[in-house]
């Protein structure tokens, strides 16, 4: 199983990204998918993961109504579309899988880690 992020950059406030995270070793349908993200000095925190089999999709509150989580099994990749970017979003993003998760936004969940990618929002 191996996963890759890519997607992450400087962006000022209110500009938009779309993270990926190509996989390969599993169906991006058949396993829980998630995103997280790292400043230093604070915990990995999930913000947005989708349960499979399917208990829905989870969104932090912080970033509700501004991020959403998708995925293309044709592709073997899911995504992370963020708008309206914030400085306080400029983090770590790494995206994460695993098989029958739940729930997805606990980080010690879930075995399969793609390199950190940075997002810094700053104008």
């Known amino acids: 199983v191996q996963l890759q992020a890519s997607g992450g950059g400087l962006v000022q406030p209110g500009a938009s990204l779309r993270l990926s995270c190509v996989v390969s070793?599993?169906?991006?349908?058949?396993?829980?998918i998630a995103w997280f993200r790292q400043v230093p000095g604070k915990e990995r925190e999930g913000i947005s993961c989708i349960s499979t089999p399917s208990v829905g999709i989870y969104y932090d509150e912080s970033v509700k109504e501004r991020f959403i989580i998708s995925k293309d099994n044709a592709k073997s990749t899911f995504y992370l579309q963020m708008n309206n970017l914030k400085p306080e979003d400029s983090a770590v993003y790494y995206c994460?899988?695993?098989?029958?998760?739940?729930?997805?936004?606990?980080?010690?969940?879930?075995?399969?880690w793609g390199k950190g990618i940075p997002v810094t929002v700053s104008s």
């Open positions: 070793g599993f169906n991006v349908d058949d396993w829980t």
């Open positions: 994460a899988a695993d098989l029958g998760v739940y729930p997805c936004y606990y980080p010690k969940n879930l075995r399969h």
